[in-house]
């Protein structure tokens, strides 16, 4: 008789669907889980927006750097040969 009833809960186990406060416990977690994961994901992106205008302001200065150094330069550092 035990070895029935255990074969029975064997059978039957998981298959009782689960309650609708219990589903509504599991949407709350996957839509915890989802939330989270939205905000690592705005995170990073912030992150990599901050990076890339650092990176821009960089360039404008090293932009400017080199206009400035050009402009220094003399106009011609070749010496015309004479004519004969």
Known sequence: ???????????????????ARQAKLAQRKKTRGLRERIDAVLRQRDQAVSMLNEANLKILELTD???????????????PLRQR
């Open 65 to 79: 750097r080199v206009a400035e150094l050009e402009a220094k330069l003399p106009v011609g550092n070749v010496l």
């Open 1 to 19: 008789m035990i070895v029935e009833i255990q074969q029975y809960l064997d059978e039957h186990t998981g298959k009782i669907p689960p309650s």
